[in-house]
C-alpha cells in the first residue's frame, strides 16, 4: 500500500485498522508517518460503505469487504486466495492479483 501512495502523488489511503494490537501495531509503524495515509479506529457499516462508495479504488483481502464492494466500487482490486463461490450477482466481478501484488502501480482507466 505504502508503495501505491508513493508511486502516484495524487492518491491517499485510508485505513481502518483492526482492534488486535498484534495487527495494527506493525502497520501503525510500517505506514503512520505518511502525510497521505489515514490510519483510523474501525469503521462502524454506514461510514465504511459511505468510504467505499467515495474511493477510486478499494484493496481488500478475501473477507467480507469483497463480497460487497464490488456493487459500489469499480474498481476492487482483492488479493490472496480466489474464493471457490464467486458471487454471480457481482455488476462488477473484483480483479484478483494473488497473495504478490503487482510491481508498479498506474491509475485506473474511468471507462
Known amino acids: 500500500?505504502?508503495?501505491?501512495?508513493e508511486q502516484v502523488s495524487?492518491?491517499?489511503l485510508l485505513l481502518p485498522l483492526h482492534r488486535n494490537p498484534t495487527v495494527r501495531e506493525p502497520i501503525q509503524a510500517a505506514l503512520g508517518h505518511h502525510p497521505r495515509i489515514f490510519l483510523t479506529e474501525p469503521l462502524d457499516y454506514p461510514s465504511l460503505v459511505g468510504a467505499m462508495q467515495r474511493c477510486t479504488l478499494l484493496l481488500t483481502d478475501s473477507g467480507g469487504i469483497q463480497e460487497e464492494a464490488p456493487g459500489w466500487v469499480n474498481p476492487c482490486l482483492c488479493y490472496g486466495k480466489r474464493p471457490n463461490d464467486p458471487k454471480p450477482s457481482w455488476p462488477v466481478p473484483p480483479s484478483w492479483w494473488g497473495q504478490t501484488p503487482p510491481q508498479s502501480w498506474q491509475r485506473p482507466s474511468s471507462s
Open 1 to 5: 500500500m505504502l508503495q501505491i501512495v
Open 10 to 12: 495524487d492518491v491517499a
